[in-house]
């Protein structure tokens, strides 16, 4: 089945930021933090008196999400605190009512777009703001009947006054069914608003696309899928936690997610003056100078493949092509056990430095690679084969060959 023209950029896209970015951020313990901490609401909604703004510029975002080698970005519009970004007239708890005093959903939208970025809206559908989210649930009809009105008001704000919405990415279904949330006929509603718009599985409903969080697993053949994780430990700004993924292991996550034809949503937290914390933005670049010496394999790897069972890492397929990624990296020899198209050509991706391949039973045995790995973060090898991949480790030599008189 041909797959709708709509989602063809967000199946080749392989790279996006998301942001988490509201109230929270002043405390600077994460997006939970309203919750976790047992805050009333007219304290926590007093945060918004420090949420300034400051310091926020999308358009740097914007050319740090571009230098990344990201394709498109997702920003939290309305955590699970209720906050909006927008200037919203449906709820006043928004931003141009705090101490920024700006559209500040709106001046994403707007720097993302003239990047050449797609725009992605992350809408929680729980809200710990609006009582009426949880008396609904609670059993009180006339309040879930005002809640149900109130999140069609506030998401058909936000894909009618913004222009073009590129990704609708629900979250916090919890508590309501699909049925309760009326998803179907409210995606239909949303569809007729913004009729390109990609929309995730988050409202119960199998939508577009799967969201794995905090993990890379592939979906099934057919289905778009995207991990989304974060870069330190938390969604949220949080100062304190210094636990930051490696540029490696972005590498590696975004060379496993190409080789099950998905994609890496990686997160950071701006903090309350709107800005992403230095360390973040050196990670994100490294990543970024990577992908423009190894871009091909992340980028134009879109076949599935069985060569998972290896001692390097991560493969990539596209066409005849065929790219390890050397998460372990071995010295000057590698050997690729049970691979059945004859290897044309090899080379080190980065560099281009052409490999010697030779042939032994059921092993394609690559030599002359350098000692040490010549990209400081992961190296990746082009093959060119004579054929589509195919992969074969039933047939190994043990003891069934050498005495197969045991074995009987």
């Not at 988490?20 to 002043?26: I, Q």
């Not at 710990?128 to 009947?145: H, I, K, L, S, V």
């Not at 008001?153 to 009326?182: F, H, M, R, S, V």
Request: charged share 20%.
């Amino acid at each position: 089945m041909m797959m709708p023209e709509r989602l063809q950029w967000f199946a080749q896209a392989r790279y996006g930021l998301f942001m988490h970015w509201g109230l929270y951020s002043v405390l600077g313990r994460g997006e939970w933090v309203f919750n976790r901490e047992r805050w009333e609401m007219t304290d926590y909604a007093k945060l918004a008196d420090q949420f300034n703004a400051e310091h926020y510029d999308p358009k740097t975002w914007a050319m740090l999400a571009r230098g990344a080698g990201m394709r498109y970005a997702v920003l939290t519009s309305k955590h699970h605190e209720g906050f909006c970004l927008w200037d919203s007239k449906t709820c006043t708890f928004n931003a141009t009512n705090s101490a920024a005093k700006r559209d500040l959903f709106g001046e994403y939208v707007q720097a993302f777009r003239d990047a050449g970025l797609k725009v992605g809206v992350y809408y929680s559908l729980g809200d710990w703001y609006n009582p009426d989210w949880a008396r609904g649930f609670q059993g009180d009809e006339a309040a879930y009947q005002r809640f149900m009105d109130y999140t069609r008001a506030l998401l058909t704000e936000l894909l009618t006054d913004y222009g073009k919405i590129d990704i609708l990415w629900y979250d916090l279904p919890q508590c309501y069914t699909a049925l309760q949330w009326q998803a179907v006929d409210l995606n239909h509603m949303l569809r007729n608003l913004q009729p390109d718009i990609i929309i995730n599985n988050r409202a119960y409903t199998s939508e577009d696309f799967g969201t794995p969080e905090q993990h890379v697993t592939a979906a099934p053949v057919g289905r778009l899928w995207e991990s989304c994780m974060t870069l330190n430990g938390h969604w949220g700004y949080s100062p304190y936690d210094t636990e930051y993924k490696s540029p490696k292991d972005i590498a590696v996550n975004l060379a496993t997610v190409a080789s099950g034809g998905g994609n890496l949503l990686l997160n950071v937290g701006p903090d309350p003056q709107g800005r992403i914390p230095d360390q973040a933005q050196q990670i994100l670049s490294q990543v970024g100078d990577w992908l423009k010496r190894n871009g091909e394999s992340i980028y134009d790897a879109s076949d599935r493949h069985s060569l998972s069972f290896n001692l390097w890492g991560p493969v990539s397929v596209q066409g005849n092509h065929l790219y390890l990624h050397l998460q372990n990296y071995w010295g000057n020899e590698l050997i690729v056990g049970g691979l059945i198209p004859n290897v044309l050509e090899a080379k080190v991706l980065s560099t281009g430095q052409p490999l010697t391949v030779t042939r032994r039973n059921h092993q394609t045995i690559l030599t002359d690679l350098p000692a040490q790995s010549p990209d400081d973060i992961m190296t990746v090898i082009k093959l060119t084969l004579d054929a589509k991949p195919e992969h074969d480790i039933s047939r190994v030599i043990g003891a069934a060959d050498i005495f197969p008189q045991l074995i009987n």
